[in-house]
């Protein structure tokens, strides 16, 4: 009895120096603006992505410049529309999207800053676009089982419901004093869509080659580089430590993301989920074929759209992502000032993919991409 009781206390003293409550010392904080909120909409890819650009102005240029979310989301509804209408409905048709969708409409319709678009209307504060959506749809599909009798301009008529929800678009501004169109803003910000790379890690394509990811919010098609998991985690720590911010799209369906509580984490036992919330746990270990296996069955699923800033190391010397989300500041959901804190272990296992700058990509890893 007295060997047992024994065992008892050093079993609870083993379980108690494992699991302590998080505290976090930064290493690496790099340069991003206020978190903001995303309101009501399913538009995080154009919230992190437009985070994303900001840094790469404020790291090039040293200038804060609070870019237009909506103006992307506005220029990217007539090609989603178009892609539905040329696919005769045969396509998701949402509001979803990913962060080449940014670069893409920044490539072929420039920027502008928050203040001269916020896509808010009269008194509006808060984003709302739970009818949107339903507005533009009936509009395509109508044309689409309509299309002999349809009357008037489907593409006419999809700008007039984006005028009605998000303002007209914008062709000339003043911007601190200077006279810009969006092009000629884009100019100004230093930035270039050429030198984004979206890269992920998958085992149903070959390594070091590129392929069309499939998954629903890919509806323009965009190509990623496919790199093997040791590596995806590689690029994105060097990226951090040599100044640049990442990209980031992810699962965030897991009990063990929370914003309420700022952390994300993968347990290894599913009995500590809870307590891993609050206390530091032991984490699985991901290998590719899990990844990819979670992939498959739809554990992972492209859920969110997120901008890495920064690392933080646990007492332990465990290694977490400071990641900015989009849901606002501290709230009765939301603690750590908006950003979540997740580890190595969620995000080889959780990560859909990454957008990195071309030259934060280490030489060995360019060199086999062919960039």
Not at 109 to 120: A, D, F, Q, R, S
Not at 339 to 350: R, T, V
Request: charged content about 25%; hydrophobic content about 35%.
């Amino acid at each position: 009895m007295k060997k047992y009781s024994i065992f008892l206390l050093l079993l609870a003293i083993t379980t108690t120096a494992f699991s302590q409550a998080y505290k976090f010392e930064t290493k690496i904080d790099l340069g991003a603006l206020d978190v903001i909120n995303q309101g009501n909409t399913g538009t995080c890819w154009s919230f992190s992505t437009s985070s994303f650009l900001e840094s790469e102005i404020l790291r090039t240029t040293g200038k804060h410049i609070d870019l237009s979310e909506m103006y992307n989301v506005r220029q990217t509804y007539p090609i989603k529309s178009w892609n539905y209408v040329m696919r005769q409905g045969k396509a998701q048709f949402s509001e979803g999207g990913l962060a080449h969708d940014v670069i893409n409409s920044m490539d072929a319709y420039g920027l502008v800053p928050n203040e001269v678009y916020t896509g808010l209307l009269k008194k509006e504060t808060k984003y709302d676009h739970s009818k949107l959506v339903g507005e533009l749809k009936t509009i395509l599909d109508d044309y689409i089982k309509n299309k002999k009798t349809y009357d008037g301009d489907w593409k006419s008529d999809v700008s007039k419901v984006l005028d009605k929800n998000l303002g007209e678009n914008v062709k000339t501004f003043t911007y601190e004093g200077v006279s810009y169109t969006p092009q000629s803003f884009l100019i100004m910000t230093g930035l270039k869509a050429d030198n984004y790379v979206s890269i992920t890690s998958f085992t149903h394509h070959p390594y070091n080659s590129s392929f069309i990811l499939d998954i629903p919010d890919n509806f323009s098609n965009g190509s990623f580089y496919n790199v093997e998991l040791d590596e995806l985690v590689d690029i994105t720590n060097d990226a951090l430590k040599n100044g640049f911010t990442i990209e980031l799209d992810c699962d965030v369906s897991e009990k063990t993301f929370s914003s309420k509580h700022g952390i994300a984490v993968m347990p290894k036992d599913e009995k500590d989920y809870n307590s891993a919330l609050k206390t530091i746990e032991k984490e699985l270990k991901v290998s590719a074929e899990y990844r990819q296996q979670e992939f498959e069955n739809f554990d992972t699923t492209d859920d969110h759209l997120m901008h890495i800033v920064g690392l933080v190391e646990d007492q332990k010397g465990n290694t977490y992502y400071k990641v900015k989300n989009s849901w606002g500041g501290n709230s009765d959901r939301v603690s750590n000032d908006g950003y979540i804190y997740m580890s190595e272990a969620y995000f080889k296992l959780k990560t859909i993919s990454i957008m990195v700058h071309k030259d934060a990509l280490p030489r060995a890893i360019k060199k086999d991409l062919n960039l």
